[in-house]
Structure formats: structure tokens, C-alpha cells
């Protein structure tokens, strides 16, 4: 999961919080530091798009909410209006992942596909469709990471209206680095448990002598 997650948080936060600084530091304007530190995460997002020769849903809402929030805060001169974008992010991501509720599969199912292969793929597959444990287990999961993304969205929202301009990046990212932190160790945690007493894993590979014979999912330990 931490494989997973951490190599993309260099360009989406560590680059564009580390350049609006030395923009202000060099004398630059709010709103111009924060549109042009916005620009890796969107670059990022073009060359995702280039090498998959697809674009991603979230890339092109990371660069449609740049445009929009852009062209507004040119146009009213409040750089705040480029800080709600970093609201609006977390808060689409969130109604998303919750949303995934109501599909074939969760959020969370969808994400251990990232970490899963072959037999162990057709194992969850055939845990998800046989034990309800599992289910409720990984919706369990989906419903937390989509509402961590709320929480944020909200108080990113306070953020931009109520704190200094010049504060609210760097609080704002170490705030969305702590819920996802949060929200990852409650996952290990949860799947930890879930392992234990069910002797299967919710992510990750599983060692061929863990599959269960054809047809048969393992009870609880």
C-alpha cells in the first residue's frame, strides 16, 4: 500500500509546496505563485496521460480545476479562490470513493487489484462473491478512505477562507499527508485483523499454499 501510494506525493505535494515558497521568497504574487506551483501535479497528469495513451478521470479534473480557479482568481484578484481548488480535489475524490459503494465492486476491491496477481486475484474474486465477511470488510474500508477525503474537503474549505494565504499550503498539506497517513495505518490495521481471523489477506499477494481448493473459501480461524 505504501509502495503504491508514495511516488506519486513528491510531485503532488513536496514540488508544488517547496516552489509556491521560493516564489514568495522571490517576490512573486499570491495568486500567481499558487497557479504556477500548481502546475507540476497537471504536467504529471499529461505525461500519465501520454504514456497510457488515456486520460484518467482525476488528471483531467486536476487540470480542468486549475483552469477554472485560474481564470476566476485572474479575474476577482482573490488567490483564495485557487485554494478552494485544493478543497474541491479531495471532496470529488471523496464523493467518488463513496460512491463506488453502490458498484460491482468497492474502493477498496478496486485498489487491492493493484496489489494482487494472478491466483491471488481469483481468490478475491471468489471471496468476494462467496463470503460476506469479506464484503463487508472492504466496504467498511471504502466507506473510511471516502469519508477522510470529506473531512479534508472541509477543512480545506475553512483553511482557505479563515487562515492567511501564506499559511494555508503548507497546513493544508501536511493536514492531507496526516489523513492519509491515518487513514493507511487504520487499513493495515484493519486488514491485519481481518487476516488473522479469517486467514485470508483483504490486499496483497497470497502464497499459492494459502488458496483454498476450487470452490471453497476458508471459515474463520
Do not use: C, N
Not at 78 to 92: F, H, I, T
Not at 185 to 194: G, K, L, P, W
Request: charged fraction near 15%.
Amino acid at each position: 500500500m505504501f509502495t503504491t501510494l508514495f511516488p506519486t506525493l513528491g510531485i503532488a505535494v513536496a514540488l508544488p509546496l517547496a516552489l509556491y515558497y521560493v516564489l514568495r521568497w522571490q517576490g512573486v504574487a499570491q495568486w500567481q505563485a499558487l497557479m504556477l506551483s500548481s502546475v507540476p501535479p497537471v504536467i504529471q497528469a499529461v505525461v500519465e496521460a501520454v504514456r497510457h495513451r488515456r486520460a484518467r478521470f482525476f488528471d483531467l479534473l486536476v487540470v480542468v480545476l486549475l483552469l477554472v480557479s485560474a481564470v476566476t482568481s485572474l479575474i476577482s484578484g482573490d488567490p483564495r479562490v485557487l485554494l478552494l481548488k485544493d478543497a474541491a480535489l479531495p471532496a470529488v475524490l471523496g464523493l467518488w470513493i463513496a460512491g463506488t459503494l453502490l458498484a460491482a465492486r468497492p474502493f477498496a476491491f478496486q485498489f487491492g487489484r493493484q496489489l494482487r496477481t494472478g491466483p491471488a486475484e481469483e481468490l478475491a474474486e471468489r471471496r468476494w462473491r462467496q463470503d460476506p465477511e469479506f464484503r463487508r470488510a472492504l466496504r467498511s474500508l471504502t466507506l473510511l478512505w471516502g469519508a477522510a477525503q470529506l473531512l479534508d474537503a472541509a477543512l480545506s474549505v475553512v483553511e482557505a477562507l479563515a487562515l492567511p494565504v501564506d499559511v494555508v499550503p503548507v497546513i493544508g498539506r501536511f493536514q492531507s499527508l496526516g489523513i492519509l497517513g491515518l487513514v493507511v495505518i487504520a487499513s493495515v490495521r484493519h486488514s491485519r485483523r481481518f487476516r488473522e481471523r479469517h486467514g485470508a489477506p483483504l490486499f496483497g499477494l497470497t502464497a499459492a499454499g494459502e488458496l483454498p481448493e476450487q470452490g471453497k473459501v476458508p471459515g474463520p480461524a
